[in-house]
């Protein structure tokens, strides 16, 4: 990706002159957008790696990869947060991990980490670069020297068993790669979430992250079958069957621990068939709550399509009608939109079953094309964040999670949070939100705040998402659904499991990585 934005350059176009006007009428705000640097002209802070250290490192992965050009350690800078991304857009030196030591397999990393336990040296593993919470700051804490793991060249599909319908993966494995190689056995994984194209396997699985698919094919959580996991102190491999009564499931300290407990190496996952169909059905609600109850009564009768998603009036209005309409059709109130994958007579017959609930509850269909055209625009989404910001304009998300019972109280505060923290700093804001991943029992509620950037950005938007985690945590609802914890997020995690369980993390945490090297300052507070 390029290191100052999300993505690919190719990816990156100036606004149209339509939304350049809607800027400057709604935000007072030019639209044209800023001149950026060249990642050449970025001062960094000098490298601290000693040359003993590095020819330790050297001795692990062989010298040419461990890297302390400024290129590499500036693409290692951090994730793709607005926060991340406005930091790199600033002219003061930039922090950045020492070096950039790059391990060819489990073995490697493994010894990596015990060397840098032994020399007191912090690691932030590195998968696709796409955190958007902190998780790939690299925070030094008490060390003195921090570099970053990258796990790119673990990139192999390493075992298929299409009888099982698992497949094992090394955890540089990006989400394209894992598709291309998949294919070649007539199968998918069905993971898709917005950071897809560039996000690996060993990413999702320590994230805990959520695709676009999760109400056909579940969370990445869920399709974790087997892991592989180095620590400072040993090795890990856990998972031997579908499912066991031995004793709590030990996975679960590692999925979903963000390198600060383990790099996970290699994955194994649920996979499925390539599917032979897929069939599109757009709707629209007269609003959100109505909505919103409808896609409960889908998920709860077991009808759920693959994809099932709802946009609130905001975001239809301004993110999908596109001046009124969507794919030709015309649209108020709130767009849904649905996928059905697999074969012919199994899609056939989800549709129909799902089309007469979301029927029956007050939905309108409108045909196949706007739920075609939003699948087709998914993963652009980001570009248009970075146009917005180089057009002084702040675009950044937040996500959450909880019951149907609470859903609507939850958006209504955080909305409310939301708004209340920008208009106070001088910055009236726009809040969209949608649902796009839903359970029997609750759904997530994913947030797009738009304002104008103010004199301190960074500050201003810290600001407003304290409001709404805030917010979040009164309501009892999850910190974060989807995106993790990494560092924005961890002053509010002993909101949610308590200071014994922030306890027991630790004491884990003591037991396999005693020098506490293992990305500092995420997750644990």
Same mark, same amino acid.
């Given at each position: 990706?390029?290191?100052?934005?999300?993505?690919?350059?190719?990816?990156?176009?100036?606004?149209?002159?339509?939304?350049?006007?809607?800027?400057?009428?709604?935000?007072?705000?030019?639209?044209?957008?800023?001149?950026?640097?060249?990642?050449?002209?970025?001062?960094?802070?000098?490298?601290?790696?000693?040359?003993?250290?590095?020819?330790?490192?050297?001795?692990?992965?062989?010298?040419?990869?461990? +890297?302390?050009?400024?290129?590499?350690?500036? &693409?290692?800078?951090?994730?793709?947060?607005?926060?991340?991304?406005?930091?790199?857009?600033?002219?003061?030196?930039?922090?950045?991990?020492?070096?950039?030591?790059?391990?060819?397999?489990?073995?490697?990393?493994?010894?990596?980490?015990?060397?840098?336990?032994?020399?007191?040296?912090?690691?932030?593993?590195?998968?696709?670069?796409?955190?958007?919470?902190?998780?790939?700051?690299?925070?030094?804490?008490?060390?003195?020297?921090?570099?970053?793991?990258?796990?790119?060249?673990?990139?192999?599909?390493?075992?298929?068993?299409?009888?099982?319908?698992?497949?094992?993966?090394?955890?540089?494995?990006?989400?394209?790669?894992?598709?291309?190689?998949?294919?070649?056995?007539?199968?998918?994984?069905?993971?898709?979430?917005?950071?897809?194209?560039?996000?690996?396997?060993?990413?999702?699985?320590?994230?805990?992250? +959520?695709?676009?698919?999760?109400?056909?094919?579940?969370?990445?959580? !869920?399709?974790?079958?087997?892991?592989?996991?180095?620590?400072?102190?040993?090795?890990?491999?856990?998972?031997?069957?579908?499912?066991?009564?031995?004793?709590?499931?030990?996975?679960?300290?590692?999925?979903?621990?963000?390198?600060?407990?383990?790099?996970?190496?290699?994955?194994?996952?649920?996979?499925?068939?390539?599917?032979?169909?897929?069939?599109?059905?757009?709707?629209?609600?007269?609003?959100?709550?109505?909505? $919103?109850?409808?896609?409960?009564?889908?998920?709860?009768?077991?009808?759920?399509?693959?994809?099932?998603?709802?946009?609130?009036?905001?975001?239809?209005?301004?993110?999908?009608? &596109?001046?009124?309409?969507?794919?030709?059709?015309?649209?108020?109130?709130?767009?849904?939109?649905?996928?059905?994958?697999?074969?012919?007579?199994?899609?056939?017959? &989800?549709?129909?079953?799902?089309?007469?609930?979301? &029927?029956?509850?007050?939905?309108?269909?409108?045909?196949?094309?706007?739920?075609?055209?939003?699948?087709?625009?998914?993963?652009?989404?980001?570009?248009?964040?970075?146009?917005?910001?180089?057009?002084?304009?702040?675009?950044?998300?937040?996500?959450?999670?909880?019951?149907?019972?609470?859903?609507?109280?939850?958006?209504?505060?955080?909305? $409310?949070?939301?708004? !209340?923290?920008?208009?106070?700093?001088?910055?009236?804001?726009?809040?969209?939100?949608?649902? +796009?991943?839903?359970?029997?029992?609750?759904?997530?509620?994913?947030?797009?705040?738009?304002?104008?950037?103010?004199?301190?950005?960074?500050?201003?938007?810290?600001?407003?998402?304290?409001?709404?985690?805030?917010?979040?945590?009164?309501?009892?609802?999850?910190?974060?659904?989807?995106?993790?914890?990494?560092? !924005?997020?961890?002053?509010?995690?002993?909101?949610?499991?308590? !200071?014994?369980?922030?306890?027991?993390?630790?004491?884990?945490?003591?037991?396999?990585?005693?020098?506490?090297?293992?990305?500092?300052?995420?997750?644990?507070?």
């Amino acid at each position: 990706m390029v290191w100052d934005a999300w993505g690919v350059a190719s990816g990156h176009t100036p606004l149209p002159e339509q939304i350049r006007g809607l800027l400057t009428q709604v935000f007072g705000v030019s639209g044209e957008s800023a001149t950026r640097r060249d990642e050449g002209d970025v001062p960094l802070r000098p490298p601290v790696l000693t040359p003993d250290r590095r020819a330790g490192l050297a001795g692990i992965v062989g010298p040419a990869y461990v +890297s302390t050009e400024s290129v590499d350690r500036l &693409r290692h800078a951090g994730g793709k947060s607005t926060p991340d991304l406005l930091r790199r857009r600033d002219p003061a030196p930039q922090d950045a991990p020492d070096a950039v030591v790059l391990p060819a397999d489990h073995d490697e990393v493994a010894a990596v980490l015990a060397y840098c336990s032994e020399q007191g040296i912090a690691v932030v593993p590195f998968g696709g670069g796409t955190s958007v919470v902190g998780g790939l700051d690299p925070v030094r804490g008490d060390f003195d020297t921090v570099i970053a793991l990258d796990l790119r060249r673990l990139d192999a599909l390493l075992d298929c068993d299409p009888v099982s319908g698992t497949a094992t993966f090394g955890a540089g494995v990006t989400g394209p790669r894992a598709e291309q190689l998949l294919a070649e056995h007539g199968l998918s994984l069905g993971h898709f979430p917005q950071s897809f194209e560039f996000a690996s396997i060993g990413g999702f699985a320590a994230t805990r992250s +959520s695709g676009q698919a999760s109400a056909g094919y579940g969370r990445f959580d !869920d399709m974790v079958q087997r892991i592989r996991v180095a620590t400072p102190t040993g090795d890990v491999e856990l998972g031997r069957a579908p499912a066991s009564a031995a004793g709590p499931d030990l996975r679960e300290l590692f999925v979903g621990s963000e390198g600060a407990l383990g790099v996970l190496t290699e994955v194994t996952t649920r996979v499925h068939p390539a599917p032979d169909t897929t069939t599109h059905m757009a709707w629209s609600f007269p609003d959100f709550a109505t909505g $919103a109850a409808a896609l409960r009564t889908v998920v709860q009768t077991g009808a759920a399509p693959t994809v099932l998603r709802l946009s609130d009036e905001a975001e239809t209005g301004l993110n999908l009608a &596109r001046a009124g309409n969507v794919g030709g059709t015309s649209v108020s109130g709130c767009l849904a939109v649905t996928t059905f994958e697999g074969t012919a007579a199994h899609t056939a017959a &989800r549709a129909a079953e799902a089309g007469a609930l979301l &029927r029956a509850a007050g939905g309108t269909e409108l045909g196949p094309e706007p739920a075609r055209e939003w699948q087709h625009g998914r993963f652009a989404a980001p570009y248009l964040r970075d146009a917005l910001l180089d057009a002084g304009v702040l675009c950044e998300t937040l996500e959450t999670a909880t019951t149907w019972s609470a859903l609507a109280e939850l958006k209504a505060k955080v909305t $409310a949070a939301l708004t !209340d923290s920008l208009t106070a700093q001088g910055a009236p804001a726009l809040v969209m939100c949608h649902i +796009s991943h839903t359970y029997p029992t609750g759904a997530s509620l994913y947030f797009t705040v738009v304002a104008k950037l103010l004199e301190e950005p960074i500050a201003q938007w810290r600001a407003a998402k304290a409001a709404a985690s805030d917010a979040i945590a009164a309501a009892g609802a999850t910190i974060t659904h989807h995106h993790a914890v990494g560092a !924005d997020h961890r002053a509010w995690l002993p909101a949610e499991i308590g !200071d014994l369980g922030i306890r027991v993390l630790r004491a884990v945490k003591q037991e396999i990585d005693p020098a506490g090297i293992l990305n500092p300052g995420k997750l644990l507070p």
